[in-house]
């Protein structure tokens, strides 16, 4: 991790695959402008998600993703496995998003990292 101003640690830089660690320094860090993708069905999204996720299924990416983010957006995907996630990271860089980065693991990961999660509209603490 880097130093700001040689006093502060600040996050490493964006990777096409992210640690949870790294997404959940940045957000430590306070950087806003990042968005954590969802793509399992809404029903497993509604189980619980990584907290602040937003619920894109894969089926509805592109389209919906080109409707409301900006290209040059850093965004952190995850699916049920790292093969879909990377799947979907590979069209979304097709379509002109070059700030993708696959969270490794997604959510079962974040939980075992003992990050919050979410689950409906209630915050969980694990």
Avoid at 31 to 58: W, Y
């Amino acid at each position: 991790m880097k130093r700001f101003l040689g006093i502060f640690p600040k996050p490493a830089p964006m990777q096409e695959t992210a640690r949870v660690y790294d997404l959940k320094a940045r957000l430590d860090w306070g950087e806003p402008a990042l968005t954590i993708i969802d793509i399992r069905d809404r029903d497993l999204f509604n189980e619980r998600h990584v907290m602040g996720a937003i619920s894109l299924p894969v089926e509805e990416l592109i389209e919906r993703i080109q409707a409301t983010l900006e290209c040059d957006r850093d965004l952190y995907i995850y699916a049920s496995t790292d093969e879909e996630a990377t799947t979907a990271a590979d069209a979304l860089r097709a379509a002109g998003y070059q700030k993708v980065s696959v969270l490794r693991g997604g959510v079962a990961a974040w939980k075992a990292a003992g990050f919050q999660t979410e689950a409906g509209a209630l915050s969980v603490a694990w």
